[in-house]
């Protein structure tokens, strides 16, 4: 099969996806997130696709897994992973509005990764369109809460990776338009401070800040950044009246590092941080990790079929490890061949200049068609 022969048409494909990213769903509100499941599921089933809904829990919205008819449904096959969750409060399209401005396009979501996702289930349309039976059975999972570390999704993604023969992420394109055949480590950390209150007007020195103390905690925290592990703090929560010394003062910090071993120091470091004095208190507690995610023969093996495509299209592509952090660093560290970063080209992800190359809807829909066309 020719992936070249395939009509795929970047207007059109920008035009459908336009729906996804206006329906705003960030992570943390469900009702949102399962508004756009219920818009992915419906195309999922116009395209022929098996549906069910898995219930989200802890708080997270649902999950979409899909199966497509197949005559052997049940062999190890590929799966289609993503995330449809986004970083984006509700109201973020009214100063990052869908729009087209030539060859970019942008929206809350729309590169991270609503315009991957699509493109999948176009590559996926345009093969059966053709009449192309792919050689092994697809399967789509789409997830609710990987922006924050996938904390009720991880044990779904395993089990479905477990009897998968492949996995494909269509996460964003690397800034080269290379693919990821690896990600770092990554350890999420909840952070909290403890003061003693007093008036802030009339006896501010009966009072220990615990916002004092977390100010104390960040520096020393991203401090202890090296070449190997960094550190950083995105999230402070502290006070209630600003004529009251705060008694609390919450917060969470992110860990990275290339090698497993460098992220197991330094969530040691983290984990035996105290506080400044005896008067206060400091706490850390691990939250989400991520393993490193190294690249083995299985997925170089993917990498080299997904290139050979690519030539094919009169293009090449790289390979390489990346830091952010998706859900392949699950299914790699599992040791399933794994193919990430199969999206689209854009950049200002997780910001309000977000967007993607127009153009790339074609050529990434003809790389993930295909990739899933030459799978055996």
């Not at 996460?171 to 802030?200: C, K, M, Q, W």
């Not at 995105?234 to 917060?251: D, E, K, L």
């Amino acid at each position: 099969m020719d992936p070249n022969a395939l009509p795929f048409d970047a207007d059109a494909m920008l035009a459908g996806l336009q729906s996804w990213v206006e329906c705003e769903s960030p992570t943390y509100d469900a009702a949102a997130v399962n508004r756009m499941m219920d818009i992915v599921s419906r195309a999922l089933i116009l395209s022929g696709a098996r549906t069910e809904r898995i219930a989200g829990t802890g708080g997270f919205g649902d999950c979409v897994r899909a199966s497509f008819p197949h005559p052997t449904p049940h062999v190890p096959g590929i799966l289609v992973m993503g995330h449809l969750d986004t970083v984006h409060p509700i109201g973020t399209l009214a100063n990052l509005p869908f729009r087209r401005d030539g060859n970019l396009a942008f929206g809350p979501g729309i590169l991270d990764m609503k315009a991957g996702n699509y493109i999948a289930l176009e590559a996926i349309r345009q093969l059966q369109r053709a009449g192309v039976n792919t050689d092994l059975p697809i399967t789509v999972l789409l997830t609710s809460d990987e922006e924050v570390g996938s904390p009720s999704t991880r044990d779904l993604i395993e089990a479905e990776a477990s009897r998968q023969a492949y996995v494909l992420i269509p996460e964003p394109a690397r800034p080269d338009g290379g693919v990821v055949t690896g990600r770092y480590a990554i350890a999420r950390f909840n952070l909290e401070a403890t003061g003693r209150p007093s008036h802030a007007g009339s006896s501010p020195g009966a009072g220990r800040s615990a916002i004092r103390e977390m100010a104390r905690k960040l520096i020393e925290i991203e401090d202890m950044t090296t070449e190997s592990c960094t550190f950083s703090v995105g999230r402070i929560h502290g006070g209630q009246w600003v004529n009251c010394v705060s008694t609390t003062c919450t917060g969470e910090a992110l860990s990275m590092a290339k090698r497993q071993e460098d992220l197991d120091r330094g969530v040691a470091a983290m984990l035996d941080l105290r506080a400044s004095s005896n008067e206060v208190q400091f706490r850390v507690t691990r939250g989400v990790t991520r393993p490193v995610w190294e690249p083995d023969a299985g997925t170089m093996a993917l990498y080299e079929a997904a290139r050979q495509v690519a030539r094919r299209l009169g293009a090449d592509i790289s390979s390489q490890s990346a830091g952010g952090g998706s859900d392949g660093n699950f299914t790699g560290a599992m040791g399933v061949p794994t193919l990430d970063g199969l999206g689209v080209a854009g950049a200002g992800a997780h910001t309000l200049n977000e967007h993607i190359e127009v153009d790339s809807l074609v050529s990434r829909g003809k790389l993930v068609a295909g990739l899933l066309a030459t799978l055996v």
